[in-house]
């Protein structure tokens, strides 16, 4: 199968070190004979913590996986947790994958409350909107949104990739078992680009706990295959009696136009 890795940025130069360990990681979490290829998103601010600069920057996120569609990938996943998610599963009819909505689905079968670290402060009025709008409040500890303090930035990032723990799983420990503490029995990875790094670095567990390190672009990858396979295997699905169904083509031709987008 063709999976389409939707990154929500474009893809700065500087960051090679990572765009390079993605591809090498890929290939360590895909099921043998699936491909995964990563696509920048062709106009973004690469700043998305703001609700409004989430809001620019979705529609490019949108675009990638209708393209995607069209060049034959059999699933999308949104590598950021910043996704326009329904926007982009009413746009196609492949599967479309958000790894924030797949790391708390899974979550919820590694134990009963769960807790997301997240980059900055910046980020987590975003993902305390998706827990809303997924229902999964319930499941999530109090205040089940923290953020590495310091916040994470270009350094600590580039820095991670070869010796995260110097400052990154410190960093994250910290704040974990601050949620441990608080009822949390699985903490998530609040990010697309950390949780394969962590990975990478064979870190799964904050030791000494039982805590699962749950790496969400992991889950989502999965959750694609998972997906792909059912809709090959039987025919399943997204539901279009209501959310996820396409609008009227002529309609999304009109509008299309009117943006500049055809």
Not at 86 to 107: D, K, Q, T, Y
Request: charged share 20%; hydrophobic share 40%.
């Amino acid at each position: 199968m063709k999976i389409l890795w939707d990154e929500a940025t474009s893809g700065a130069p500087e960051l090679q070190p990572l765009w390079r360990i993605l591809r090498e990681y890929f290939p360590k979490i895909a099921s043998p004979g699936n491909d995964v290829t990563m696509r920048h998103a062709a106009v973004s601010g690469n700043y998305i913590r703001s609700l409004y600069t989430e809001l620019l920057n979705n529609r490019s996120v949108v675009e990638t996986a209708i393209q995607g569609e069209k060049d034959g990938f059999d699933g999308v996943v949104i590598g950021c947790w910043a996704d326009p998610l329904w926007e982009a599963r009413e746009a196609v009819n492949i599967p479309v994958v958000g790894i924030g909505e797949a790391s708390m689905l899974l979550a919820c079968s590694l134990g009963y409350k769960f807790a997301i670290i997240t980059v900055a402060p910046g980020v987590v009025p975003t993902i305390e909107l998706d827990l809303h709008m997924y229902g999964m409040q319930d499941r999530a500890i109090y205040r089940p949104v923290r953020y590495l303090n310091p916040a994470s930035d270009v350094e600590l990032l580039l820095e991670s990739i070869d010796d995260p723990q110097r400052r990154l799983i410190p960093n994250f420990e910290r704040v974990a078992r601050e949620c441990i503490n608080d009822g949390a029995e699985v903490i998530i990875v609040g990010c697309g680009y950390y949780g394969p790094i962590l990975s990478m670095h064979g870190y799964n567990e904050i030791p000494g706990t039982g805590v699962p390190v749950l790496d969400c672009s992991a889950a989502g990858l999965k959750m694609a295959e998972a997906l792909i396979d059912l809709r090959r295997s039987i025919g399943l699905r997204k539901s279009t009696a209501l959310f996820y169904k396409n609008p009227p083509a002529e309609v999304i031709e009109r509008i299309r136009k009117v943006h500049g987008l055809n």
